[in-house]
């Protein structure tokens, strides 16, 4: 059992709803959406006002029904962050969308000129990073995303935001599926996802909140099957934290199957993108078409994704991981002032 520092507990409430259910939007994705514009309009590189434009336009129309939005320093913030009400969680991308890729492994690395400081001074509710993960990658690799990882833990324990921990398997050179899109490994191994998330769940990494996969591809989850269900609820017992899904680019059906298993296995919510407004940015470079669709189909699937959370979902301050009362002060004396630590 854990007592959160404020920092970290005034964080985890700010990306929570009032009953600390955590139904956050994704859009600080980068490669699927600068990829789709820029092969439309046929050029290497999709023009900065394009992406920042929809990375707003999300942020406009899919806010409401949000608890948090994740943005990222690229796009999101610079063009986005003035259309975002003030009483939203922001969580904020650490992560470079670009990563170094031996065949026997993938190493994440941070933004350039981007830091936890950064995004704690900004007034950045939690940070959010994304690591690439594999078991059986060359243990060298291995190596450098456990020593990311503790790193960002750590500045994140020093400025005391909370750390928000995705984890993605991804192929191998050895695997007949190859990718490098930031798609779901249809044919992972739920064994490669839950002994990544042991991994990152030991005490050293400093997570407060782990961003998971489904442990089997979305396609093969119906939302009834124990078989499956029995692989989310040891997913959810190696977390030992509040922990919530991302979608991955599942269709929407899939999504919603998706939390049913998770919900039942303590999940506390989720934080998805794709999932969300992919079938709205298909209509690119329509706007007219996009917002419409965003508000037609997008934000009444997040209602619809709310509900379920609302109905099935477990409050993140009620996790074992704090004894049932993560909204509890880590030290309610006179004596608090002595014992929290300066930056």
């Not at 419409?292 to 994704?305: C, E, F, H, I, K």
Request: charged share 25%.
């Amino acid at each position: 059992m854990i007592r959160l520092t404020p920092g970290k507990q005034l964080g985890l409430r700010r990306m929570a709803d009032p009953n600390g259910l955590f139904k956050m939007t994704a859009v600080d994705q980068r490669p699927p959406i600068k990829g789709p514009i820029a092969k439309h309009l046929g050029t290497d590189h999709a023009p900065w006002s394009e992406v920042a434009r929809f990375k707003t336009l999300l942020v406009e129309t899919l806010q409401d029904a949000s608890s948090a939005m994740l943005l990222d320093p690229h796009y999101a913030i610079p063009h986005g962050l003035p259309s975002l009400d003030a009483h939203k969680g922001l969580i904020v991308t650490l992560e470079d969308s670009l990563f170094e890729d031996s065949g026997m492994g993938r190493r994440s690395s941070a933004i350039d000129d981007w830091s936890v400081g950064k995004i704690k001074r900004m007034g950045g509710d939690a940070v959010k990073v994304l690591a690439w993960y594999r078991p059986d990658a060359d243990p060298a690799v291995n190596q450098h995303q456990q020593d990311f990882t503790k790193r960002i833990g750590e500045a994140c324990a020093h400025y005391d935001i909370p750390f928000l921990f995705e984890l993605l398997v991804y192929p191998l050179a050895k695997d007949t599926e190859q990718t490098t899109d930031y798609v779901e490994m249809q044919s992972k191994r739920a064994d490669d996802v839950l002994a990544s998330v042991e991994e990152f769940a030991k005490p050293d990494y400093g997570v407060d909140v782990f961003k998971l996969e489904s442990p089997v591809a979305a396609r093969q989850v119906d939302g009834t099957d124990a078989a499956v269900q029995a692989l989310f609820d040891e997913m959810g017992r190696l977390a030992g934290r509040p922990w919530v899904m991302l979608s991955a680019g599942a269709g929407k059906t899939d999504f919603r199957n998706i939390l049913r298993h998770a919900y039942r296995a303590g999940a506390s919510g989720y934080l998805a993108g794709r999932a969300i407004w992919l079938d709205a940015f298909d209509a690119y470079p329509d706007w007219a078409a996009i917002e419409a669709g965003l508000r037609d189909v997008s934000v009444p699937y997040m209602q619809n994704l709310n509900a379920l959370t609302e109905a099935a979902a477990t409050p993140w301050h009620a996790h074992a991981w704090y004894g049932g009362d993560g909204l509890a002060f880590n030290d309610p004396t006179a004596e608090f002032r002595h014992g929290y630590g300066d930056i």
